[in-house]
């Protein structure tokens, strides 16, 4: 038997547990170590086993890790984290800044690549395994429209806003296709559709004592790149009902290829996801995808990387052989 992948985490939030938990299911990997800017001793893991250890202290453990799993936020944790880390190892994230990720690869790949490291960024499910599948109906079906369709689902940037505005306690953001576009779209009559006719938004709002409701609605659904363009509703409810009903994150969504072949035939293709786990599918993702920057590395293969530089065999851990004989 091969010796196992190793693997170390950064960042032990949703994300970092969610990782913990898969390698647990990927019998040819093993977490070797947790590394958290937090104080270690405060970071419980789900395996006591598994030593945590400072950030700053990561260069001590080059020579024991394979490939470290970056688990940290998109705003400001991966943008520094990317390119220091991808110096010294193979990594894999879920950099999530769909304007940003040109830049964010030039800069990781600037280090990985002079110190002969694979570094696959922006990997998850969007992006990710969406912008595979909207390669994939871009590239079978060249005559014909692409649409993206989020949820429903909890957006954790967009609570995050509703976080942030003065008078909330508490907060949630649910993403909703709008079911009449969707329909529109599955018709393949291909149709031109606003940001409103896509997506509504629904929040659940805790307020603060003596916070006024009217403004708090108000700065929610007037708030820029956030609601302005969408249909927003707010519901005010108690503290233990956003405790009670609100704590999951599920998401999911559709990506559908809309085109035409030949003379005249409608074709139509849909990748779609519905997850209880919003950070457990990412994460189990993310494992897949070291597993990749692991075998990348091993043939020569260095630089920054994103899903469309990955041939699908790499996430498996069966052979080629074993590949062509059982799934192809």
């Given at each position: 038997m091969e010796d196992?992948?190793?693997?170390?985490?950064?960042?032990?939030?949703?994300?970092?547990?969610?990782?913990?938990?898969?390698?647990?299911?990927?019998?040819?990997?093993?977490?070797?170590?947790?590394?958290?800017?937090?104080?270690?001793?405060?970071v419980s893991l789900l395996n006591s086993a598994i030593p945590v250890r400072p950030l700053a202290t990561i260069e001590e453990?080059?020579?024991?890790i394979d490939v470290l799993i970056l688990c940290g936020g998109s705003k400001?944790?991966?943008?520094?984290?990317?390119?220091?880390?991808?110096?010294?190892?193979?990594?894999?994230?879920?950099?999530?800044?769909?304007?940003k990720i040109p830049e964010y690869f030039e800069s990781v790949n600037a280090s990985a690549k002079p110190n002969g490291k694979t570094a696959i960024i922006s990997v998850g499910w969007d992006p990710g395994l969406f912008s595979i599948n909207r390669l994939f109906g871009e590239a079978i079906l060249p005559e014909g429209a692409t649409y993206t369709f989020w949820g429903k689902g909890l957006s954790q940037g967009h609570s995050d806003a509703v976080r942030r505005i003065e008078g909330v306690k508490g907060a949630?953001?649910?993403?909703?296709?709008?079911?009449?576009?969707?329909?529109?779209?599955?018709?393949?009559?291909?149709?031109?559709?606003?940001?409103?006719?896509?997506?509504?938004?629904?929040?659940?709002?805790?307020?603060?004592?003596?916070?006024?409701?009217?403004?708090?609605?108000?700065?929610?659904?007037?708030?820029?790149?956030y609601f302005a363009d969408y249909d927003t509703t707010v519901h005010f409810i108690s503290e233990e009902g956003l405790a009670k009903d609100h704590a999951a994150m599920p998401h999911g969504?559709?990506?559908?290829?809309?085109?035409?072949?030949?003379?005249?035939?409608?074709?139509v293709m849909e990748f779609s996801l519905t997850l209880d786990s919003n950070p457990e599918f990412t994460s189990s993702v993310l494992v897949a995808y070291a597993r990749a920057a692991y075998k990348m590395n091993r043939a020569g293969d260095s630089g920054a990387k994103t899903v469309y530089d990955v041939a699908p065999g790499l996430l498996s851990p069966k052979?080629?052989?074993?590949?062509?004989?059982?799934?192809l």
């Open positions: 196992k992948i190793k693997i170390g985490i950064v960042g032990y939030g949703n994300l970092g547990r969610g990782v913990e938990s898969a390698i647990g299911q990927n019998s040819d990997m093993e977490l070797v170590s947790v590394f958290t800017r937090r104080e270690p001793d405060s453990y080059k020579e024991e400001n944790d991966l943008p520094e984290q990317g390119p220091v880390l991808s110096a010294s190892f193979n990594t894999v994230d879920s950099f999530d800044t769909h304007a949630v953001q649910y993403t909703i296709p709008v079911e009449e576009a969707v329909d529109r779209v599955r018709s393949g009559v291909q149709p031109e559709l606003s940001t409103r006719e896509k997506h509504t938004r629904e929040c659940f709002v805790v307020l603060q004592e003596g916070a006024d409701a009217e403004r708090v609605e108000r700065d929610i659904v007037t708030m820029p790149d969504g559709f990506v559908i290829r809309s085109g035409k072949t030949g003379e005249a035939s409608n074709q052979s080629p052989a074993e590949l062509r004989k059982e799934l």
